[in-house]
């Protein structure tokens, strides 16, 4: 299995990105997907969190009502649409894989992990 972040780049604050992962190796829509990220010196934050159909959404608090996760699992894809970024969003982004077709805001119900893509946001 492994998942593909991309989408990442210098953003100013107010400005949008939006992030992909892509899937490989395994039947994607049967699981749930979660965006994770970490700041420098900070511990890996739980974002947000996709079930297997894309009817179950979960968001933390530092993004709710600016971040939206969405999945095509005809594509094998799930995304992260960042809007309204701040500086503090700044931090490398994970998308991770569950072993259900549920998401968990905790790390260590991921299995599957890409390799993490660079935010910045500049003031």
């Known amino acids: 299995v492994q998942l593909q972040a991309s989408g990442g780049g210098l953003v100013q604050a107010g400005g949008s990105l939006r992030l992909s992962c892509a899937a490989s190796g395994r039947t994607f829509s049967r699981y749930g997907m979660g965006w994770f990220r970490q700041a420098p010196g900070k511990e890996r934050e739980f974002i947000t969190g996709i079930n297997w159909s894309g009817r179950d959404t979960r968001y933390g608090d530092s993004v709710k009502g600016r971040f939206t996760i969405s999945r095509d699992n005809a594509k094998n894809t799930l995304y992260l649409q960042m809007n309204s970024l701040k500086p503090e969003d700044t931090a490398v982004y994970y998308c991770?894989?569950?072993?259900?077709?549920?998401?968990?805001?905790?790390?260590?119900?991921?299995?599957?992990w890409g390799q993490g893509t660079q935010v910045t946001v500049s003031s």
């Open positions: 991770a894989g569950s072993l259900s077709a549920s998401y968990y805001s905790e790390e260590s119900e991921y299995s599957y």
